[in-house]
């Protein structure tokens, strides 16, 4: 039998669930909200229709709001317009 993992053991003080991506939200912090998915470079590229290479000078130039986890970076959703 498989053992269950308590999502909230990888939430950090931010509330980004680690693993996941997601962004843990409510009073409690065990309401993962799929819509506040983090979105990878290329993902936002795809909805917003900008290039990945664009993308990348924005957050270089610090002109998109970016979370990075080591060399991974994630867009919320919300800094898109979306």
Same mark, same amino acid.
């Given at each position: #039998?498989? @053992?269950?993992?308590? *999502?909230?053991?990888?939430?950090?003080?931010?509330? @980004?669930? $680690?693993?996941?991506?997601?962004? $843990?939200?409510?009073? =409690?912090?065990?309401?993962?909200?799929?819509?506040?998915? /983090? *979105?990878?470079?290329?993902?936002?590229?795809?909805?917003?229709? @900008?290039? $990945? =290479?664009? /993308?990348?000078? *924005?957050?270089?130039?610090?002109? #998109?709001?970016?979370?990075?986890?080591? =060399?991974?970076? =994630? @867009?919320?959703?919300?800094? /898109?317009? /979306?």
């Amino acid at each position: #039998m498989p @053992i269950k993992k308590d *999502l909230n053991s990888d939430v950090r003080q931010d509330g @980004i669930h $680690v693993a996941t991506g997601f962004v $843990v939200t409510g009073s =409690r912090q065990n309401n993962v909200v799929a819509s506040d998915r /983090l *979105l990878t470079v290329k993902q936002a590229s795809e909805k917003t229709q @900008i290039s $990945v =290479r664009q /993308l990348r000078r *924005l957050i270089k130039a610090g002109e #998109m709001p970016v979370k990075r986890f080591g =060399r991974v970076i =994630r @867009i919320h959703p919300k800094h /898109l317009g /979306l």
